[in-house]
């Protein structure tokens, strides 16, 4: 009956690495090339990220490069990153697009903080789902006499442990991308 446990153990890693992912797609005061590599972007009646098609550089203080291996992506690359909404003008020399990220305005930092403080309930709300499901498991189980009431106590501790360590983590992330933003 382990499995329970460990199964809700995998749950609860997979919920904080998908608040890990959905921290990187917000955009902070340090350009990274996270938000414009995953621009789904129509080429040859396929959509394909940003990064599938050319190379993306940084390059200091707030500039991205994406230069493209195909001339032809360039024209439905600028019109993607466009209508992406990230508020980026693209500047096109050539194969290369250059993206220019402007200073965030004191509004947008407290947009951008309210936002990932409500990724970060969603990956909570994810993990106590994952763990009252895991819980109705562990007390079917010992209903079922297939565990008995000690290890339906140990089992319950073990998934609790895990539930806190995983809040613990995506605390530890909120607070760290709220301070990137905020720089």
Known sequence: MDDIVK???TQVKDAVLRVKQDFLGVRTNRP????VSNIQVEYYGQMLPIRQLGSIAI???REIA???????????????????????SPSIDGTTIRLAF?????????ELVK?????????????????????KRINQAEGE????????FSQKD?????????????????VEKSKEISE
């Open 102 to 110: 402007p200073s965030l305005t004191d509004e947008r930092r407290a």
């Open 32 to 35: 990274t090339t996270e938000p």
């Open 115 to 135: 936002l990932v403080k409500q990724q970060a309930e969603e990956g909570r709300i994810r993990i106590r789902s994952h763990r009252d499901e895991a819980m």
């Open 145 to 152: 006499k297939k565990i008995s009431e000690d290890q339906k």
């Open 158 to 174: 073990r998934a609790q442990k895990a539930v806190d360590a995983a809040n613990a983590e995506i605390e530890k992330l909120l």
């Open 59 to 61: 390059i200091p203080p």
């Open 66 to 88: 994406v230069t493209f291996w195909d001339k032809n992506a360039v024209g439905p690359a600028e019109k993607a990153i466009r209508e992406s909404n990230l508020g980026l």
């Open 7 to 9: 199964n809700l153990e």
